[in-house]
């Protein structure tokens, strides 16, 4: 199992960026594939997971309205399109997996992909 995600960077506060997450090893029919981050100094928190089982998109409530969530199976990538950033979006921002998983809890994550930096700053 590979993970790989990309697309961080700086941006205003405002702005938008998409992340990517290239994972092989794996089928979202099994998987759950969940978006985390981690800003300095605090806990890795989960975004948002899909759901193993019916496929479902669940959102914190810190990114809901804000943070979408789409799949290209044929290219194997599950995108993060953040829009409206806040520099409280800071953070290293991480993919991970979990067999038969639905809530995609960190300590419960099987395999974990490199992360991207996300920087929110006027």
């Known amino acids: 199992v590979q993970l790989q995600a990309s697309g961080g960077g700086s941006v205003q506060p405002g702005g938008s960026l998409r992340l990517s997450c290239s994972y092989s090893g794996v089928t979202l029919d099994y998987y759950s594939i969940g978006w985390f981050r981690q800003a300095p100094g605090k806990e890795r928190e989960k975004i948002s997971c899909i759901d193993s089982v019916d496929g479902s998109i669940h959102y914190d409530d810190s990114v809901k309205g804000r943070f979408t969530v789409s799949t290209d199976n044929v290219g194997r990538t599950v995108y993060l399109q953040m829009n409206s950033l806040k520099p409280e979006d800071t953070a290293v921002y991480y993919c991970?997996?979990?067999?038969?998983?639905?809530?995609?809890?960190?300590?419960?994550?099987?395999?974990w992909g490199e992360g991207t930096q996300v920087t929110v700053s006027s």
């Open positions: 991970a997996t979990e067999a038969y998983g639905r809530q995609c809890r960190p300590r419960d994550m099987d395999h």
